[in-house]
């Protein structure tokens, strides 16, 4: 299963950075291959100052050794041996109007001392993050989630739009970090499905991606914009920092394993705003944004 799903992010790392090229139409990807010491690599991809997106990454990586102490203690396991592979990409465009992008689709292995096979599991999602709310662009985001869930079984969308919508929460704010999309983890085998068919569903949400984002920008990367619109992105943006360096799981688990700093960090958006005590004006676009950030929506049936 782990070299099926290696190949499969391989090959999903090369049609997403093609399809983004293409739509930059300046910027191109910088390839930075790099090794762990540990055991493992990956293949880290950035595209920088380019017509349509400011900075992004599309990552993926193949990790494994000796599960790390502080790791067995949020397993609850001792003298375990993992191995971790993935893809991970955001995207930050420059225009307000483009929101930003998170996807995640990984896949988890771990050992006993004689190298059998103790647990397995996939994980991942992607979740939109927008700066000014569209509300068809939200609708067409997780229309074609649901679209992909729904192709296994119809009680996933939900399910999985949920999760998102919890995870993807700024506690400490009281809002949301986006307006979700999917998240799922730990999808082991059970007694109605083996670890080929999680497989065949978590690609197909890999699958998916393009289809629900790539329209999204389309339409709106030419929109025009002044400073005050920039303004509120980047303060936006600073709630987007907020969340991936105080709650999210994935930076946890890189900087606790030692993984490549440049890599797990590159989802921090190059330009942000800390504004003390901001708040937006009654009745405005930036207020109307918030309020959906404070009361999720059934965004597929609206």
């Known amino acids: 299963m782990k070299h099926q799903f290696v190949s499969y992010i391989k090959t999903l790392q090369n049609s997403i950075t093609a399809s983004l090229e293409a739509i930059d139409g300046v910027a191109t990807f910088h390839e930075d291959p790099w090794i762990r010491p540990e055991g493992g690599g990956g293949r880290t991809r950035v595209i920088e100052n380019g017509a349509v997106f400011e900075k992004g990454g599309v990552n993926i990586s193949e990790v494994h050794g000796k599960l790390p102490q502080s790791m067995q203690q949020y397993f609850g396991v001792t003298d375990a041996d993992f191995f971790a592979c993935g893809l991970s990409l955001v995207l930050h465009p420059k225009n307000p109007f483009v929101p930003t992008v998170h996807a995640n689709w990984r896949y988890f292995e771990m050992y006993d001392s004689d190298g059998a096979i103790v647990d397995q599991w996939f994980g991942g999602g992607q979740d939109l993050t927008p700066y000014y709310l569209f ?28 999760r998102c919508d919890e995870y993807f929460y700024n506690s400490h704010r009281g809002e949301a970090r986006g307006i ?22 978590v690609t197909e949400v890999g699958n998916s991606f393009l289809q629900a984002y790539i329209p999204i920008v389309e339409k709106r990367k030419e929109l025009p914009y002044i400073q005050e619109h920039r303004d509120w992105q980047e303060i936006r943006r600073g709630r987007y920092v907020e969340f991936n360096l105080v709650h999210d799981k994935g930076t946890l688990f890189g900087l606790k394993t030692n993984g490549r700093i440049e890599s797990i960090l590159m989802s921090l958006p190059p330009h942000v705003q800390w504004r003390y005590d901001h708040h937006p004006e009654s009745g405005s676009e930036e207020e109307k944004l918030i309020d959906v950030l404070k009361n999720p929506r059934d965004w597929a049936n609206s």
């Open 135 to 162: 509300e068809e662009d939200a609708s067409h985001f997780h229309s074609i989630c649901k679209k992909a869930c729904d192709a296994h079984d119809p009680s996933f969308y939900p399910k999985y739009k949920a």
């Open 180 to 201: 979700g999309g999917l998240f799922f983890d730990y999808l082991k085998k059970d007694d109605t499905r083996n670890m080929q068919d999680w497989y065949n569903f």
